[in-house]
């Protein structure tokens, strides 16, 4: 009887586990039945390529290549900003500061991390954009600039905790070995600390970029929304999450424009998929090469 | 060896200003938010409902609903998250299956936050026919927090020490009785801290609600869960993007910031509280 | 009176993965006797004492060869509940490892499991057990307090109560005082010399000389087999084998 109790237990147990599993395929399922409707009216070429959105007009015309340079532009922007921010802050906490401002610094960026976008979203409307309409003369501070700003310093603790984890990583003995042969603290920082944790880091910047890709309510707060390819980062520009989330509510249901908007929730989908992909892979590399399991 | 002093103090000096401009954007945020919101809070603020299209009076409905949301969403992911790290720490450490369940929990942990109110919109609200609502709102954010759920009790599970697995096990109890009584026990205060941190998360949340929860006005409270409710992020982005007199409506946005900033720091707090306490009494 | 055999082990081979962990082992575990098993460290022993009571199905990717039994019955038989022999043949392990509870929770926690739910019985026993354990005029006072307050000693003592709270028929003892100062290993040999009377036992250690000192019958491990098996006290003043004779006269090891 008790053994009955115990192998029912663990097969309940195993079925809730695939529930991530379910989640996961159910989510691909539903961004391919209600994505690819869109091909049948508008090839893939002229979708992904199309220079055009203008998803209510009559006719409407479904060219995602404006929101596709928008994300592209915004996200490499946040990438010049989380990348020196995190990696720096990373670098700086672990190498250099004493253990008073350690304990001090850590937790304040898990608070940075922990700030809902739609507050930095808030924050970039009323501070940021503000100030980069004056400092630059601008018609509107809601552009590609502002959003990328704000988009890296929401990034930036993500890639500032990765990094860090990959600098633990690398064992004393490295740095021991350096400074006994004469080596100051920065050469050996820069010729034997980062190189060994390169790949770490590298994992660090690839989920940085996964998640300014991903990110919704910022862009779709600061970006400006205007569908068209930027020209510069000073251009008010509309990057493919804001559009889902802008447009969603009014795409009737069944219609082009809504199986349009899952078709570019798709491509996102896969995108994400694959650098989170990719940054395992890395990760893994990293890990066995530093001589570490598991 | 002068030149690479120098070398040096530039070097330092560079990192240290990457960490000062990341602390300076941290006190900004919490500066604007605090400084400007705090005008906004007052005890009519929190305890009463909008008035005049959303120009004056309070925001109580979009409190309470990013109550309700929040509590949904943990009410189906905890179980569902618990019985998940269960089985992968303690019954099936490895195989074929399990290597893809973890596969698939670090995917899911990087689907972008709109995907999943896309996925929500498309499965809850129209095909199971939830409609816009607390329940399909709930089981969205749910979704999302599952892999963090699953993540941190993963961990907590993995820090009891395994001689205590055995010395339950040589006595004669099951594996369910030790997971029960003792290795869930002792994991507790780390599962915990887990929750917690993803009660934060989920509170905040907004790309997920937009299409499956989230409504703009309401003078009432929900009364089902198959009600549409306020929720503070969403509000923060509806004062901002629409209505009609910016100027009363971003001053009501701050102290709805405030607020949603004081939750989820608040409730952030507590579980770094609770991670210290166990990390001094471990040690 | 001849001695009679509680425990047979016959035939064991064991693997971790590739790895040949124990080969051909047929040794008795006799009722109402200690039986030591030593070795140098590595050769076996601790894994031989863990197929005792089925605890080596904890770690994944072994395989079992060979039958033990236990009142003759096969103890890996498919129809036997791995549980059920724990219940019948408990351990104390190298570490004491009481749980984050009271003393008094820890050694009902034994009882519970098994089904024990009279306040008034867990209450005797859990005495009985201290008293049996030599540990109750110590902490009498405060039962009620966190187990993990205790001296190593006495942790240790507190896990042999709970396990004798069970009362099982045989108990197994993984190198019971490898952690523990001096003092407290000499109360723990003088318990295992009384609770013999009432149990079997089967205690692995490093150390020759408690072998030598609490011990019926003892057996030799070296790189996974069993050289020696025999009374103590041939072991100790006249082993047969010449490797037997080297360990236990210090030569290696």
């Given at each position: 009887m008790a053994r009955v109790k115990e192998k029912a237990i663990r097969w309940t147990l195993a079925a809730l586990a695939f529930s991530?599993?379910?989640?996961?395929?159910?989510?691909?399922?539903?961004?391919?039945?209600?994505?690819?409707?869109?091909?049948?009216?508008?090839?893939?070429?002229?979708?992904?390529?199309?220079?055009?959105?203008?998803?209510?007009?009559?006719?409407?015309?479904?060219?995602?290549?404006?929101?596709?340079?928008?994300?592209?532009?915004?996200?490499?922007?946040?990438?010049?900003?989380?990348?020196?921010?995190?990696?720096?802050?990373?670098?700086?906490?672990?190498?250099?500061?004493?253990?008073?401002?350690?304990?001090?610094?850590?937790?304040?960026?898990?608070?940075?991390?922990?700030?809902?976008?739609?507050?930095?979203?808030?924050?970039?409307?009323?501070?940021?954009?503000?100030?980069?309409?004056?400092?630059?003369?601008?018609?509107?501070?809601?552009?590609?600039?502002?959003?990328?700003?704000?988009?890296?310093?929401?990034?930036?603790?993500?890639?500032?905790?990765?990094?860090?984890?990959?600098?633990?990583?690398?064992?004393?003995?490295?740095?021991?070995?350096?400074?006994?042969?004469?080596?100051?603290?920065?050469?050996?920082?820069?010729?034997?600390?980062?190189?060994?944790?390169?790949?770490?880091?590298?994992?660090?910047?690839?989920?940085?970029?996964?998640?300014?890709?991903?990110?919704?309510?910022?862009?779709?707060?600061?970006?400006?929304?205007?569908?068209?390819?930027?020209?510069?980062?000073?251009?008010?520009?509309?990057?493919?999450?804001?559009?889902?989330?802008?447009?969603?509510?009014?795409?009737?249901?069944?219609?082009?424009?809504?199986?349009?908007?899952?078709?570019?929730?798709?491509?996102?989908?896969?995108?994400?998929?694959?650098?989170?992909?990719?940054?395992?892979?890395?990760?893994?590399?990293?890990?066995?090469?530093?001589?570490?399991?598991? | 060896m002068k030149n690479g002093h120098i070398t040096q103090k530039i070097g330092f000096s560079a990192l240290f200003g990457c960490m000062l401009i990341t602390m300076f954007f941290l006190g900004a945020i919490i500066y604007f938010t605090v400084v400007r919101g705090i005008g906004a809070i007052s005890w009519g603020f929190l305890t009463q409902v909008p008035r005049s299209g959303m120009t004056e009076g309070g925001v109580a409905p979009a409190i309470v609903g990013t109550l309700y949301l929040t509590a949904g969403s943990i009410l189906f992911a905890l179980p569902l998250g618990l019985a998940c790290a269960i089985y992968l720490c303690e019954y099936s450490p490895r195989g074929f299956f399990v290597n893809i369940i973890r596969m698939s929990i670090n995917n899911l942990a990087g689907v972008p936050s709109v995907v999943f109110g896309l996925f929500g919109l498309a499965v809850f609200v129209k095909f199971m026919k939830f409609g816009i609502s607390i329940l399909s709102g709930s089981l969205t954010l749910g979704i999302l927090v599952l892999p963090i759920i699953i993540s941190a009790t993963q961990e907590a599970l993995m820090a009891v020490p395994h001689s205590l697995r055995e010395a339950s096990l040589a006595l004669g109890a099951s594996k369910w009785e030790t997971i029960r009584k003792i290795v869930l026990p002792s994991a507790l205060p780390g599962i915990l801290t887990g929750v917690i941190l993803s009660i934060g998360r989920v509170a905040g949340e907004t790309a997920p609600i937009l299409f499956t929860a989230a409504t703009f006005y309401s003078r009432r409270y929900p009364d089902s869960v198959f009600s549409e409710v306020m929720a503070l992020p969403y509000h923060i982005y509806a004062l901002m993007t629409e209505g009609t007199h910016p100027e009363k409506q971003t001053a009501i946005a701050y102290g709805c910031a405030l607020i949603l900033m004081v939750l989820v720091l608040g409730v952030s707090a507590i579980a770094v509280y609770i991670r210290q306490r166990q990390r001094i009494q471990n040690a | 009176m001849p001695d009679n055999a509680k425990m047979k082990a016959e035939k064991v081979d064991f693997f971790y993965g590739p790895r040949h962990a124990l080969k051909g082992i047929d040794l008795d575990i006799c009722e109402n006797r200690v039986t030591a098993i030593i070795g140098p460290s590595g050769c076996g022993k601790s894994t031989f004492i863990r197929l005792l009571n089925r605890m080596n199905e904890l770690i994944p990717n072994t395989i079992l060869k060979g039958k033990i039994s236990l009142d003759g019955r096969d103890i890996f038989d498919p129809s036997v509940d791995p549980v059920e022999i724990r219940r019948r043949v408990g351990m104390v392990f190298q570490k004491p490892n009481p749980f984050p509870k009271s003393i008094f929770e820890n050694i009902a926690y034994g009882l519970k499991v098994n089904g024990v739910s009279s306040r008034k019985i867990i209450e005797e026993r859990v005495v009985k057990s201290l008293q049996e354990a030599a540990l109750w005029h110590e902490i009498k006072d405060r039962i009620n307090d966190n187990a993990l307050k205790l001296s190593g000693g006495q942790q240790q003592r507190l896990c042999i109560a709970r396990c004798l709270a069970v009362e099982p028929e045989v108990i197994l003892f993984d190198e019971p005082c490898a952690s523990l100062d001096p003092v407290s290993t000499q109360k723990i040999e003088e318990l295992i010399l009384q609770l013999k009377k009432d149990y079997t036992i089967a205690i692995v250690t490093h150390n020759m000389q408690q072998a030598a000192r609490v011990s019926d019958y003892t057996g030799f491990f070296l790189l996974g087999e069993l050289i020696e098996f025999d009374r103590t006290q041939r072991i100790f003043t006249a082993p047969s084998d010449k490797r037997t004779e080297d360990y236990v006269t210090g030569r290696f090891g």
């Open positions: 991530s599993l379910i989640f996961l395929v159910g989510i691909i399922i539903v961004l391919f039945k209600e994505g690819l409707p869109i091909f049948k009216a508008v090839r893939p070429g002229d979708f992904i390529f199309g220079k055009f959105w203008y998803p209510t007009y009559d006719p409407p015309e479904f060219g995602i290549f404006p929101l596709i340079m928008a994300s592209m532009w915004v996200t490499l922007g946040a990438l010049c900003v989380c990348v020196p921010l995190g990696v720096g802050s990373a670098l700086y906490l672990n190498e250099i500061a004493g253990f008073k401002q350690r304990s001090l610094l850590k937790p304040a960026v898990e608070v940075l991390a922990s700030i809902p976008s739609v507050v930095y979203g808030f924050f970039g409307m009323v501070v940021v954009a503000p100030f980069v309409q004056n400092l630059l003369k601008l018609d509107t501070g809601l552009c590609a600039l502002t959003a990328s700003i704000i988009l890296g310093v929401m990034a930036t603790p993500t890639v500032c905790s990765i990094a860090e984890d990959a600098l633990n990583c690398v064992p004393n003995s490295f740095r021991e070995a350096s400074f006994a042969v004469g080596a100051n603290r920065w050469q050996t920082l820069t010729q034997v600390v980062i190189p060994a944790a390169g790949s770490g880091i590298s994992t660090a910047v690839i989920l940085g970029i996964s998640r300014a890709i991903g990110e919704t309510m910022t862009v779709l707060m600061v970006a400006g929304g205007s569908a068209v390819i930027p020209k510069s980062f000073l251009d008010p520009v509309r990057p493919m999450t804001s559009a889902i989330a802008a447009e969603m509510g009014e795409a009737p249901v069944g219609g082009l424009h809504y199986h349009s908007l899952f078709a570019i929730a798709l491509i996102l989908f896969i995108v994400t998929f694959v650098f989170n992909i990719i940054a395992e892979l890395v990760s893994r590399k990293f890990r066995i090469r530093l001589g570490q399991s598991g | - | -």
